[in-house]
């Protein structure tokens, strides 16, 4: 069964850092498209970054110089590097996985085949 599971997120103060993991169960996704998604309450679904298969990087205005999407190809964990933290940023964060990125960037990440359970990320000002 293929399955995403996330962790590492957690209460912070503004300006401090968290590392969220995403690990993959079942297949092996080190050439699939990944990505991050968050969601606030009261907001709309926010992509944040996606991982393309040859280790290319996209990422939101909001985020970008800030975070940081890498992965191991071994374990089949990829990972959110969050630095300098904003109270904005307090969301629940999503992975996700699909099998191409087809040049369409960080639209609609929400909707890849495959997602998480979700990791909740808050920044107190």
């Known amino acids: 069964q293929v399955q995403l599971v996330e962790s590492g997120g957690g209460s912070v103060q503004a300006g401090g850092s968290l590392r969220l993991s995403c690990v993959g169960y079942?297949?092996?996704?080190?050439?699939?498209?990944m990505g991050w998604f968050r969601q606030a309450p009261g907001k709309e679904r926010e992509g944040v970054g996606i991982?393309?298969?040859?280790?290319?990087?996209s990422y939101s205005d909001s985020v970008r110089g800030r975070f940081t999407i890498s992965k191991d190809y071994v374990k089949n964990i990829l990972y959110l590097a969050m630095n300098s933290l904003k109270p904005e940023d307090t969301a629940m964060y999503y992975c996700a996985a699909r099998g191409g990125c087809y040049g369409l960037g960080l639209q609609g990440i929400w909707q890849y085949e495959y997602r998480g359970q979700g990791t909740q990320v808050t920044v107190s000002s």
């Open positions: 991982i393309e298969p040859d280790g290319r990087t």
């Open positions: 079942g297949y092996d996704f080190s050439w699939y498209c």
